[in-house]
DNA sequence: GCGACAG
DNA sequence: ATCTTGTCGC
């Protein structure tokens, strides 16, 4: 049996994260690794879900890996990677291939405890890591212009956790946020030129490839 | 106490 | 997060 974690212990490990993080870097990188989930009742708990990681190289998809497992924990915000954590992590056990950084469905640093769950994958893993949420978790911010690439901060208690980022002309913006060995200004960047559609094609295609699969 | 609230 | 075809708009 693997001992479930509970609220309160999960709580300390995200104080713990925060205190950990390291939200500076430039890295080299060639292979893309993008992750999400999909579930057969995602209003049931538990419930079964798979995981799929896609490595993109910025051209081709060199590799797509799916694991199945069981959730037992509830969505409660805040606390997305109680439910989400370990399939990620078996997914990215699993793949032959390992990418030099992952994009994750979800946030980095733009979180209430500014832990989000990119930021947790990344330490775990030690690779950098990158959070590309569709809505705000925490913090405020302006609509950037409609042209594709326009920014604006994600404020969050003073200071900035990331950025509302248009990725596509005309369409709604993604909020980027720094998970682990990156620049929120490299985590903008990098996502942006990723992004064929409003999200980047890692997160993307592992997320249509789960859609199929169901 | 009320409202907001990644996936 | 999931159920689902057509439809409207950039
Ligand atoms: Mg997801």
Same mark, same amino acid.
């Given at each position: 049996m693997k001992s479930?974690?509970t609220i309160e212990?999960?709580l300390?490990k995200q104080?713990?994260?925060?205190?950990?993080?390291i939200l500076e870097?430039?890295?080299?990188?060639e292979l893309?690794?993008?992750?999400?989930?999909?579930?057969?009742s995602?209003?049931k708990t538990?419930?079964?879900a798979?995981a799929?990681?896609?490595v993109?190289?910025?051209?081709r998809?060199i590799s797509?890996?799916i #694991?199945?497992g069981?959730v037992?924990?509830?969505?409660?915000?805040?606390?997305?990677?109680?439910?989400?954590?370990?399939?990620?992590?078996k997914a990215?056990e699993?793949s032959n291939i390992?990418p030099?950084i992952?994009?994750?469905?979800?946030h980095?640093?733009?979180?209430?405890r500014?832990?989000?769950i990119?930021?947790?994958i990344?330490?775990?893993?030690d690779?950098?890591s990158?959070? #590309?949420?569709?809505?705000l978790?925490v913090?405020e911010f302006?609509?950037?212009?409609?042209?594709?690439g326009?920014?604006?901060s994600?404020i969050?208690?003073?200071?900035? #956790?990331?950025?509302a980022l248009r990725?596509?002309e005309?369409v709604?913006?993604?909020?980027?946020?720094?998970?682990?060995?990156?620049?929120?200004?490299?985590?903008?960047?990098?996502?942006?030129?990723l992004?064929?559609?409003r999200?980047?094609?890692?997160?993307?295609?592992a997320?249509l490839?789960l859609?199929?699969?169901?």
């Open positions: 479930s974690v212990e999960f300390k104080q713990d994260c925060a205190s950990k993080a870097g430039n890295p080299k990188v893309f690794g993008g992750l999400d989930l999909t579930f057969e995602p209003y538990p419930t079964r798979w799929c990681l896609v993109f190289d910025g051209k998809v797509k890996t #694991v199945e069981v037992k924990t509830p969505y409660i915000p805040g606390l997305l990677a109680m439910r989400e954590l370990e399939l990620m992590l990215f699993k390992k030099d992952l994009l994750i469905d979800g980095g640093q733009a979180h209430p500014l832990c989000g990119a930021m947790h990344g330490q775990e893993l690779i950098p990158i959070g #590309v949420g569709k809505k978790l913090g302006s609509y950037p212009a409609p042209r594709r326009a920014f604006e994600i969050y208690k003073s200071r900035v #956790v990331g950025y990725t596509k005309g709604k913006p993604v909020f980027v946020s720094a998970g682990h060995k990156v620049s929120h200004a490299f985590a903008l960047e990098l996502t942006l030129s992004c064929k559609y999200i980047p094609e890692p997160i993307r295609l997320h490839n859609k199929k699969l169901r």
